[in-house]
C-alpha cells in the first residue's frame, strides 16, 4: 500500500502517508481520505443513528471495529449494572450496531476488551502507514506505529462508516525533535506534558506533528503510544512517530497482523515510513531530555504544568491579562494559593489508567513505587487497567497483589475516572492524581480537580497523600 | 442542514482563550440522544455556581446578550473532546455562527457538518470585536457568506475564508455526505488499485 515516492521526491512522514490516501482532491484543496481502519465505541451511537436514519449500511465492515469503554462499568462486566438508562443505551447500542452491521467487535464478557486505543494495538489492528480514525480525540495514539491517526466527530463517523472516506483539509507539519537522556524517574508522560508547557494548548493547531530524536527512538512502543496520545491536548491534529525495528517487533504474530508473505510484504512497506532527511517542516521544535523533569499540573488546563519542584505560580507574573486571568480562574478552581510548594499539596484520590497511561508497563511503573508502601490515609486510590488482557498479565505478574494489598482498588477496563461518564467520578471540591489526560474544570466530575501526571507520580502521591517527587521514592 | 447567507444579530463575547468542549457541554450529558435540546446544556457548569444558580457574571446569562446568534470567542476555541455534542448544544442555544482567532481542528470540523458556521478572523480583528460588543452590546454585526464579509461598523468591515464546497454545503443547505456517495465509482476504483 505504501507507494514508493518518485525520484528526488523530499517528503515528510506525514506527506508519505497522506498521498498515499488521497482518493480525490476538491478543487478548494481539501481531499478526500482512504480510511484503513475505522475504530469505534460506545460513545458512536449518534453517529449509527444518523446512518440508520438514511437507511445506508456499513460500507467496508472489516475495517471497522468496535469496543464498549466509555460508558461501562469498572466494578463488574454487567451491562445491566448500569442504572442510568440513557448511559445502559450507549453501550448496548454498540453491541446491536456491531451485531447488525457485521463489524468485528469485543463485548464486555470478552476477556480482550479494553479502551479502543489499548486494544487496537494490542492486537495488531493499527498498523504502520494506515490511516486511522475513530470518533475520539485521542485517536492520535496509533500514530507511535507511524500511522496517520486523528480523531473525528460523530458526523465524520457517520460519513466514514457510509463510505470509507473522509475528507480533511491539508494540516502543516510540525517536528518535535527530543535528543539526549531522560532523567531517573522521568517518563514518556513527563515528556509530553512538558512538550505541552512549552508549545501551549494550541502550539500545534492546524498540524500534524511528527516526534523524532534519540530521545523518542530510545522510547518503548508503549511509552510512544503515551507521547502520541496526548498530541491533542498540544493542539495537534496527530503525532507520529516513525516506525522502526520496535514497532515491527511489537507487531509480529499479533492477531491482526498480516502473515507468512504478507508480512514479509508489509515490512518491506514499512521500512519506507520515515521523513527523508532533508523533509522540510512548518515548524520544529528542540528539546532536551535531561532537562525535563517529573511534571505535574496544576491549573485546568494542559498547558498549567511544572516540574514537581515547583511552586503555584502568581497570577502577576502572566505575561497579559487574559493570563492572569485565567491563572486567577484556575487557582480559585482548584482550592491554591500562590506561592504554594506543588509539594505540599494534599490529595483525596488517585487515578491510574486511561488510553494515555492504562499499558502494562505504566501499571509495573506505578507498582514499582507502590511496592512495600501503603496508599495515605483518607485517600482513595484506584487502579483501572487499559484492558482485559493488560489486566490479566499483571494479575500474572502479581501487581494486583501489590496495588490491592496497599490498599488500591484494582477494577475492570475502561476509560473510568479520565472523564467519569460511566459514573467514576472525583466528587466536587475532592483533589485527584490522575494519570489521564485532561485536567479541565469539571473533567473528572462536577468540581472535581485534577493534576495530571506519570503512573509513578500518581503511586507516589497514593502512598504520601500529596504530590511529590517520585525521585525521592526509588 | 439549515441554509445559510446572512446573519444579523447581537453577538456573546466569550472572552476567554482555550474554552475546551467539556465546558461547552459537560460529559455527563453526552449519552443524551440528539433529539434533545442540547441548549438545555450548553455551559452548563459555567452558567450555574454550585447551588445551580445562574451565575450572573457569565456572558451567556445577561440580558444584554439575549437572543445572540453571533458567538464572538478567543484562540484555540472548542479544543480539547471530539463531542459534536458542544456544537449542537451551541447551535440549540441559537447560534449560527462562532467567530474566533483559532478553533480547535475537530471542532472546527464538527461545525461545519451542522449549520454552525466557524470563522476564522485575525487575532487584531476579532480583539477589535470584543471592545465593540463590550462597550455597546447593541452592536449589530452582519455576516454575509455570499461575499465572505463580517461588518459590525462603518469601520469594521472584514472578509473571511472559508473553502468552496463548505460554503455551497451552507448556502444551499445540504450535507456532504450527499456528495460523497456519488464518488463511489472514484473510491471503489482507489480500493482495487489498493488491492493490486
Redesign the interface.
Known amino acids: 500500500?505504501q507507494k514508493t515516492q518518485p525520484m528526488g521526491q523530499v517528503l515528510t512522514l506525514f506527506e508519505k502517508i497522506w498521498r498515499s490516501h488521497v482518493?480525490?482532491e476538491?478543487?478548494?484543496?481539501?481531499s478526500?481520505l482512504?480510511v484503513d481502519l475505522h475504530l469505534v465505541q460506545d460513545?458512536s451511537?449518534?453517529a449509527f443513528?444518523m446512518l440508520h436514519q438514511?437507511q445506508?449500511k456499513v460500507r467496508v465492515p472489516s475495517k471497522t471495529f468496535g469496543t464498549p469503554d466509555?460508558?461501562i462499568p469498572t466494578l463488574g462486566r454487567n451491562l445491566s449494572t448500569i442504572r442510568?438508562p440513557?448511559?445502559r443505551?450507549?453501550a448496548k447500542a454498540l453491541e446491536d450496531d456491531c451485531d447488525k452491521h457485521h463489524i468485528p467487535f469485543f463485548g464486555l464478557q470478552d476477556s480482550r476488551q479494553g479502551i479502543i486505543h489499548v486494544i487496537a494495538p494490542e492486537q495488531g489492528l493499527s498498523q504502520p502507514g494506515q490511516l486511522i480514525v475513530c470518533?475520539?480525540?485521542h485517536t492520535g495514539t496509533h500514530g507511535a506505529f507511524g500511522a496517520l491517526a486523528f480523531?473525528?466527530?460523530?458526523?465524520?463517523v457517520?460519513?466514514v462508516l457510509?463510505?470509507?472516506?473522509v475528507?480533511q483539509?491539508k494540516?502543516l507539519t510540525m517536528r518535535i525533535n527530543i535528543e539526549g537522556t531522560l532523567g531517573k524517574g522521568v517518563t514518556a508522560k513527563d515528556i509530553i506534558l512538558a512538550i505541552i508547557g512549552k508549545i501551549g494548548?494550541?502550539g500545534a493547531?492546524?498540524h500534524a506533528i511528527e516526534y523524532t530524536g534519540q530521545t523518542i527512538r530510545d522510547l518503548s512502543i508503549q511509552e510512544r503510544m503515551t507521547v502520541c496520545n496526548m498530541s491533542?491536548?498540544a493542539?495537534g491534529?496527530t503525532g507520529m512517530i516513525a516506525p522502526d525495528e520496535k514497532a515491527f517487533e511489537w507487531l509480529k504474530d499479533k492477531p491482526f497482523s498480516p502473515k507468512g508473505s504478507d508480512w514479509e510484504v508489509a515490512l518491506k512497506g514499512w521500512r519506507n515510513l520515515f521523513s527523508d532527511s532533508a523533509a522540510v517542516f512548518n515548524q520544529v521544535v528542540q528539546m532536551r531530555g535531561e532537562e525535563i523533569s517529573p511534571m505535574v499540573t496544576w491549573g485546568n488546563?494542559p498547558?498549567d504544568v511544572l516540574p514537581i519542584d515547583g511552586i503555584v505560580p502568581f497570577p502577576a507574573d502572566a505575561p497579559n491579562s487574559?493570563k492572569r486571568?485565567?491563572i486567577e480562574n484556575a487557582e480559585a478552581y482548584m482550592g491554591l494559593i500562590p506561592g504554594q510548594k506543588l509539594t505540599e499539596i494534599k490529595i483525596d484520590h488517585v487515578f491510574i489508567g486511561s488510553c494515555t497511561n492504562g499499558r502494562i508497563e505504566d501499571l509495573r511503573s506505578a507498582a514499582a513505587v507502590v511496592k512495600d508502601r501503603h496508599v495515605a490515609q483518607g485517600v482513595q486510590a484506584w487502579v483501572v487497567p487499559g484492558s482485559g488482557l493488560v489486566k490479566r498479565q499483571a494479575e500474572q505478574e502479581g501487581l494486583d497483589q501489590i496495588f490491592m494489598s496497599a490498599g488500591f482498588q484494582w477494577r475492570e477496563p475502561g476509560c473510568s475516572m479520565c472523564?467519569?461518564?460511566n459514573g467514576d467520578q472525583v466528587p466536587?471540591g475532592q483533589r485527584c492524581a490522575s494519570t489521564s489526560n485532561?485536567n479541565?474544570?469539571?473533567?473528572q466530575g462536577?468540581?472535581s480537580r485534577t493534576h495530571l501526571m506519570s503512573p509513578a507520580m500518581a503511586a507516589a502521591a497514593a502512598v504520601t497523600g500529596r504530590l511529590t517527587d517520585v525521585r525521592n521514592l526509588i | 442542514m439549515e441554509k445559510f447567507e446572512t446573519l444579523q444579530g447581537v453577538v456573546l463575547p466569550l472572552?476567554?482563550?482555550?474554552i475546551?468542549t467539556?465546558?461547552i457541554l459537560?460529559?455527563?450529558y453526552?449519552?443524551?440522544?440528539?433529539a434533545n435540546n442540547f441548549g438545555d446544556y450548553l455551559f452548563k457548569?459555567?452558567r450555574h455556581d454550585?447551588n445551580g444558580l445562574l451565575r450572573p457574571e457569565f456572558v451567556l446569562n445577561q440580558a444584554a446578550y439575549v437572543g445572540a446568534q453571533i458567538m464572538l470567542a478567543?484562540?484555540?476555541f472548542g479544543?480539547?473532546?471530539?463531542?459534536?455534542?458542544a456544537?449542537w448544544a451551541i447551535y440549540d442555544g441559537g447560534f449560527r455562527a462562532v467567530i474566533a482567532p483559532?478553533?480547535?481542528?475537530?471542532f472546527f470540523?464538527?461545525a461545519l457538518?451542522?449549520g454552525l458556521l466557524p470563522i476564522r478572523l485575525a487575532k487584531s480583528e476579532v480583539m477589535s470585536l470584543f471592545s465593540l460588543a463590550q462597550q455597546n452590546p447593541e452592536t449589530q454585526v452582519v455576516i454575509d457568506l455570499v461575499a465572505q464579509t463580517v461588518v459590525a461598523s462603518p469601520d469594521f468591515c472584514v472578509r473571511f475564508e472559508i473553502?468552496?464546497?463548505s460554503k455551497r454545503c451552507f448556502l444551499e443547505g445540504i450535507?456532504?455526505?450527499g456528495y460523497?456517495?456519488s464518488?463511489?465509482p472514484?473510491?471503489e476504483a482507489?480500493?482495487r488499485k489498493?488491492l493490486s
Open positions: 500500500m482518493v480525490m476538491r478543487d478548494d484543496g481539501v478526500l482512504y460513545g451511537a449518534p443513528e438514511r445506508i466509555h460508558y442510568d440513557e448511559k443505551a450507549m470518533g475520539d480525540s480523531g473525528i466527530g460523530a458526523s465524520e457517520a460519513h457510509a463510505t470509507q472516506v475528507w483539509q494540516p494548548v494550541a493547531v492546524g491533542i491536548e493542539g491534529r488546563s498547558e487574559v486571568q485565567s472523564l467519569g461518564t466536587a485532561r479541565f474544570v469539571g473533567r462536577p468540581g | 472572552d476567554k482563550v482555550n475546551d467539556d465546558q459537560p460529559a455527563r453526552l449519552q443524551k440522544p440528539r457548569d459555567v454550585g478567543n484562540d484555540n479544543c480539547g473532546s471530539s463531542r459534536e455534542h456544537v483559532s478553533f480547535g481542528d475537530i470540523n464538527n457538518k451542522n473553502d468552496n464546497f450535507d456532504e455526505l460523497t456517495l464518488l463511489l472514484q473510491i482507489f480500493e489498493q
